[in-house]
Nanobody
Framework: QVQLVESGGGLVQTGGSLRLSCAASGRIFSINDMGWYRQAPGKQRELVAAITTGGHTNYADSVKGRFTISRENVKNTVYLQMNSLKAEDTAVYYC????????????????WGQGTQVTVSS
């Protein structure tokens, strides 16, 4: 009932930038925390950045100072601006949103996007 549509992934050179977008749609009652996770080959999925409805943010140490998460609540959209990209940033990036549906407006669940590949070349 809630779908997350991601865009913006691709191939960039070391030091380049990408901007990821993720929009939630469906029978949404509310969207609360949103965030980005990534998973590189052979590694666990890890939190990259998260943002609350009030704008409080949290970043992984590895991306602090390089990535910026933001959101537009009226559009249920979250962004991840990635600057100074490194080869170690190569991963599949997943959007996550916590929210509720119109059918169960006070029952929050986590919803995940399909993932988008970010590849940083040497």
């Amino acid at each position: 009932q809630v779908q997350l549509v991601e865009s913006g992934g691709g191939l960039v050179q070391t030091g380049g930038s990408l901007r990821l977008s993720c929009a939630a749609s469906g029978r949404i009652f509310s969207i609360n925390d949103m965030g980005w996770y990534r998973q590189a080959p052979g590694k666990q999925r890890e939190l990259v950045a998260a943002i609350t409805t009030g704008g409080h943010t949290n970043y992984a140490d590895s991306v602090k100072g390089r990535f910026t998460i933001s959101r537009e609540n009226v559009k249920n959209t979250v962004y991840l601006q990635m600057n100074s990209l490194k080869a170690e940033d190569t991963a599949v990036y997943y959007c996550k949103a916590r929210g509720s549906t119109a059918a169960r407006p006070f029952e929050n669940r986590d919803y995940w996007g399909q993932g988008t590949q970010v590849t940083v070349s040497s």
